[in-house]
């Protein structure tokens, strides 16, 4: 029995259109599904997976528009759909029946699944489930979920922080009044950090799952349950109240719990009680009918995420390497578009994206073996490889592979002199600490949009001012800017390692060096080599089809 939690993707192909699930997986036994709460994802699941997994095959999926999940194509998403979704995901999985375990939104899900597919669900345990008078649900219809949209000024964070730190305080957040206080204390800014942040990977999605919970009247279904149902609450849990509202069916247990730890050891013995359903082997993700699909490689550091279009038959694909601190999402503009022209195949560095984030080696030495492995895996034998801004990433998977590398392709390479290495290493990749007040999101959103101002970022006087059309469409900094803060403490090593690295890289292979033409690294030390070099677009949408005559 393993406790080991693999990330996995999965296509499917259904009533919502072509999507793909991202969903999290281990143990062994009966297979149970778990559903998390809005607005977050799988992940806030993985303490649980390894408490459980000597009992149960666990499946964790993101909520469709959540996490990594792709949004349901639905013009108002409700709880029924998101349980038809569940239902396409167990089919693409070839699971038949299961048993659910559900935390506040995921909770509902699970009654709508067990409600609307009796004979695919074996038994639910539902921790903290929400009832609302009329009057409760126009107040959260007009007041609760307003559109998170970014920000020229990166107010929009500013505004996220309070609302994590608010809902703390007041239940519903909005509602500023005496009966509305609770008595919690302020989480950790760690704490507000990570439930920030997945709210930022959501987007304006994270009202769809989370606003279809409020609507969904489970209180009407509870007493058709015909599976068997436990509905259980902490006693710290304010939704705790509502199962006084419930009216339970025969085969439903409804009761509250004195804390977290007794609902959840209530919910584990109930599941397994009657879940009877075998253990089943997970099918491999299918590729897409178009475009990129997204998969999981494991390899030697852990799960890396790759999106591809092109299979191990496929001759010389593109392999595109994002820039430090970014993730396939940064460069849709570029990815997407190229797709249309080319096999091609993005890997997300380790620490990076969705790729896994606890290395256990010198980071440079991870890149260059979850690269090494992926190309194996997916038995590649000769690509052109494409890296943007820091080629000493991969200086040593380069000069191990130049056989096997047909074209180098640099965009925007970082090719500076030891001095300014240093200098960036000392003013350019500050350790941004999480603070109460929540000021380290603005940090990185203006350092994100000062890089497409100035070089380097910080250099903010005339003399920094980059002669080019700005690239500051604000949802394009919003992707940036998240992955950033996800890639955690990853980003500076890497910057620190990649930067020291080209200064001893030597690079004799086929290679082209992309820039835009007034771009102030354009007159960098690269001209002293023989590197052909080709003109980018100052528009970074038009970049495709710049590189489309190279590649």
Same mark, same amino acid.
């Given at each position: 029995?393993?406790?080991?939690?693999?990330?996995?993707?999965?296509?499917?192909?259904?009533?919502?259109?072509?999507?793909?699930?991202?969903?999290?997986?281990?143990?062994?036994?009966?297979?149970?599904?778990?559903?998390?709460?809005?607005?977050?994802?799988?992940?806030?699941?993985?303490?649980?997976?390894?408490?459980?997994?000597?009992?149960?095959?666990?499946?964790?999926?993101?909520?469709?528009?959540?996490?990594?999940?792709?949004?349901?194509?639905?013009?108002?998403?409700?709880?029924?759909?998101?349980?038809?979704?569940?239902?396409?995901?167990?089919?693409?999985?070839?699971?038949?029946?299961?048993?659910?375990?559900?935390?506040?939104?995921?909770?509902?899900?699970?009654?709508?699944?067990?409600?609307?597919?009796?004979?695919?669900?074996?038994?639910?345990?539902?921790?903290?489930?929400?009832?609302?008078?009329?009057?409760?649900?126009?107040?959260?219809?007009?007041?609760?979920?307003?559109?998170?949209?970014?920000?020229?000024?990166?107010?929009?964070?500013?505004?996220?922080?309070?609302?994590?730190?608010?809902?703390?305080?007041?239940?519903?957040?909005?509602?500023?009044?005496?009966?509305?206080?609770?008595?919690?204390?302020?989480?950790?800014?760690?704490?507000?950090?990570?439930?920030?942040?997945?709210?930022?990977?959501?987007?304006?999605?994270?009202?769809?799952?989370?606003?279809?919970?409020?609507?969904?009247?489970?209180?009407?279904?509870?007493?058709?349950?015909?599976?068997?149902?436990?509905?259980?609450?902490?006693?710290?849990?304010?939704?705790?109240?509502?199962?006084?509202?419930?009216?339970?069916?025969?085969?439903?247990?409804?009761?509250?719990?004195?804390?977290?730890?007794?609902?959840?050891?209530?919910?584990?013995?109930?599941?397994?009680?009657?879940?009877?359903?075998?253990?089943?082997?997970?099918?491999?993700?299918?590729?897409?009918?178009?475009?990129?699909?997204?998969?999981?490689?494991?390899?030697?550091?852990?799960?890396?995420?790759?999106?591809?279009?092109?299979?191990?038959?496929?001759?010389?694909?593109?392999?595109?390497?994002?820039?430090?601190g970014g993730s396939s999402k940064t460069i849709q503009y570029l990815s997407n578009e190229l797709?249309?022209?080319?096999?091609?195949?993005?890997?997300?560095?380790?620490?990076?994206?969705?790729?896994?984030?606890?290395?256990?080696?010198?980071?440079?030495?991870?890149?260059?073996?979850?690269?090494?492995?992926?190309?194996?895996?997916?038995?590649?034998?000769?690509?052109?490889?494409?890296?943007?801004?820091?080629?000493?990433?991969?200086? *040593?998977?380069?000069? %191990?592979? !130049? /056989?096997?590398?047909?074209? =180098?392709?640099? #965009?925007?390479?970082?090719?500076?002199?030891?001095?300014?290495?240093?200098?960036?290493?000392?003013?350019?990749?500050?350790e941004i600490e999480k603070e109460w007040h929540g000021g380290h999101l603005n940090q990185y959103?203006?350092?994100?949009?000062?890089?497409?101002?100035?070089?380097?970022?910080?250099?903010?006087?005339?003399?920094?001012?980059?002669?080019?059309?700005?690239?500051?469409?604000?949802?394009?900094?919003?992707?940036?800017v998240t992955e950033l803060i996800r890639s955690e403490s990853n980003w500076r090593s890497a910057?620190?390692?990649?930067?020291?690295?080209?200064?001893?890289?030597?690079?004799?292979?086929?290679?082209?060096?992309?820039?835009?033409?007034?771009?102030?690294?354009?007159?960098?030390?690269?001209?002293?080599?023989?590197?052909?070099?080709? *003109?980018?677009?100052? %528009?970074? !949408? /038009?970049?495709?089809?710049? =590189?489309?005559? #190279?590649?």
């Amino acid at each position: 029995m393993s406790s080991k939690i693999k990330t996995k993707f999965q296509t499917i192909k259904g009533k919502f259109g072509e999507r793909q699930v991202r969903y999290l997986t281990a143990g062994s036994g009966p297979v149970i599904f778990l559903l998390h709460q809005s607005p977050k994802s799988a992940d806030e699941y993985k303490p649980l997976m390894e408490m459980w997994s000597n009992d149960f095959l666990m499946i964790a999926p993101d909520t469709p528009g959540f996490g990594a999940s792709d949004p349901l194509e639905s013009q108002k998403v409700t709880i029924e759909e998101i349980a038809e979704a569940t239902i396409e995901l167990a089919d693409a999985l070839g699971i038949d029946r299961f048993g659910l375990y559900g935390f506040h939104t995921g909770a509902i899900i699970s009654i709508a699944l067990a409600h609307q597919f009796s004979d695919r669900v074996e038994a639910i345990s539902c921790n903290g489930v929400l009832v609302l008078t009329d009057d409760e649900l126009e107040k959260i219809r007009a007041e609760y979920l307003p559109p998170f949209e970014p920000h020229w000024d990166g107010g929009h964070l500013s505004w996220l922080w309070s609302r994590m730190r608010e809902q703390l305080i007041f239940f519903p957040w909005h509602e500023r009044t005496l009966d509305a206080r609770m008595e919690f204390s302020i989480s950790d800014p760690s704490i507000l950090h990570e439930n920030a942040v997945e709210v930022m990977r959501a987007g304006d999605n994270y009202r769809s799952a989370y606003g279809a919970a409020f609507e969904y009247r489970l209180e009407q279904f509870v007493p058709e349950l015909q599976v068997p149902a436990l509905i259980t609450a902490g006693e710290w849990d304010p939704l705790c109240k509502c199962l006084e509202d419930l009216t339970p069916s025969a085969s439903t247990l409804v009761e509250s719990s004195k804390d977290q730890d007794q609902a959840l050891e209530k919910s584990r013995a109930h599941l397994l009680n009657h879940s009877k359903n075998i253990s089943v082997d997970l099918p491999e993700c299918i590729l897409k009918s178009d475009g990129l699909t997204k998969i999981f490689i494991e390899t030697a550091v852990g799960d890396i995420c790759v999106q591809k279009k092109c299979d191990g038959s496929d001759q010389n694909p593109l392999v595109i390497i994002p820039p430090i601190g970014g993730s396939s999402k940064t460069i849709q503009y570029l990815s997407n578009e190229l797709s249309k022209y080319t096999n091609l195949m993005v890997i997300e560095l380790p620490g990076h994206g969705e790729s896994v984030k606890d290395l256990n080696k010198p980071i440079l030495d991870a890149f260059k073996q979850a690269v090494s492995d992926v190309i194996s895996d997916q038995n590649i034998k000769d690509f052109s490889l494409a890296i943007i801004n820091h080629h000493g990433c991969l200086s *040593q998977f380069i000069n %191990e592979n !130049k /056989n096997r590398i047909d074209h =180098l392709i640099l #965009i925007e390479p970082w090719l500076l002199d030891k001095a300014s290495i240093e200098e960036y290493i000392e003013k350019g990749l500050p350790e941004i600490e999480k603070e109460w007040h929540g000021g380290h999101l603005n940090q990185y959103w203006h350092m994100v949009r000062d890089s497409k101002l100035f070089w380097p970022w910080y250099n903010t006087v005339i003399d920094g001012i980059m002669d080019l059309k700005p690239q500051l469409d604000e949802g394009q900094l919003q992707d940036e800017v998240t992955e950033l803060i996800r890639s955690e403490s990853n980003w500076r090593s890497a910057m620190i390692n990649s930067l020291n690295a080209s200064l001893e890289s030597k690079i004799d292979l086929k290679t082209t060096v992309c820039f835009r033409q007034n771009h102030p690294l354009s007159q960098s030390q690269y001209q002293k080599n023989d590197f052909s070099e080709l *003109q980018l677009d100052d %528009e970074i !949408k /038009n970049w495709a089809k710049n =590189l489309k005559s #190279i590649v």
